[in-house]
């Protein structure tokens, strides 16, 4: 059984830092990408950062210039680092991977609340 682990969530004050990761337990083979996710309420889940196996990289406008991701390969770990944080960067933040395989599979974390304050 395949389990995404998280950490790295918590308090912190606006204009701080906040490193999260995610590691999958279990088998798990041929991962296309990994990304993270985030979710307030009333709002919709968004793509917060992506990155694949061969290091291409995509982030919400929201985040560009504050957050990086990255990954490591071997050991199917995606990290989230999240700088100059802000009051709407509180939420939810959720792992994915998603399988190179047909079809395609995502494997979702739990999620880890972020919690900025003013």
């Known amino acids: 059984q395949v389990q995404l682990v998280e950490s790295g969530g918590g308090l912190v004050q606006a204009g701080g830092s906040l490193r999260l990761s995610c590691a999958a337990s279990?088998?798990?083979?041929?991962?296309?990408?990994m990304g993270w996710y985030r979710q307030s309420p009333g709002k919709q889940r968004e793509l917060v950062a992506v990155?694949?196996?061969?290091?291409?990289?995509n982030y919400a406008d929201s985040v560009k210039g504050r957050f990086t991701i990255s990954r490591d390969n071997a050991k199917n770990t995606v990290h989230l680092q999240m700088n100059s944080l802000k009051p709407e960067d509180t939420a939810v933040y959720f792992c994915k991977f998603e399988t190179d395989s047909w079809p395609r599979r995502n494997y979702w974390g739990q999620g880890t609340q972020v919690t900025v304050s003013s």
């Open positions: 279990g088998s798990i083979f041929r991962i296309n990408a």
């Open positions: 990155i694949t196996t061969g290091g291409n990289t």
